[in-house]
């Protein structure tokens, strides 16, 4: 874990968002409070899946469309 001052960190900015990848990085202000700074790792979204290859015409979703509104 790292700790830098508010100046620090201010002056030395890309370098502490590179370190940040890494290590948790502490930075204190001088009235006392601290805080943390750490990379956000993006996962997939559940939504992200592969798509299906498949025969299906135009008239067949219209089709099965016009059947599900009828029921």
Not at 22 to 31: S, T
Not at 35 to 58: A, I, K, N, W, Y
């Amino acid at each position: 874990m790292l700790v830098f001052t508010y100046s620090e960190a201010r002056k030395k900015l890309a370098e502490v968002l590179d370190l940040a990848k890494e290590n948790e990085v502490l930075i204190k202000r001088r009235n006392g409070d601290t805080f943390s700074l750490s990379q956000v790792r993006r996962g997939s979204s559940p939504l992200d899946v592969p798509g299906l290859s498949v025969e299906v015409t135009t008239n067949d979703l219209v089709a099965a469309v016009r059947e599900g509104r009828e029921r």
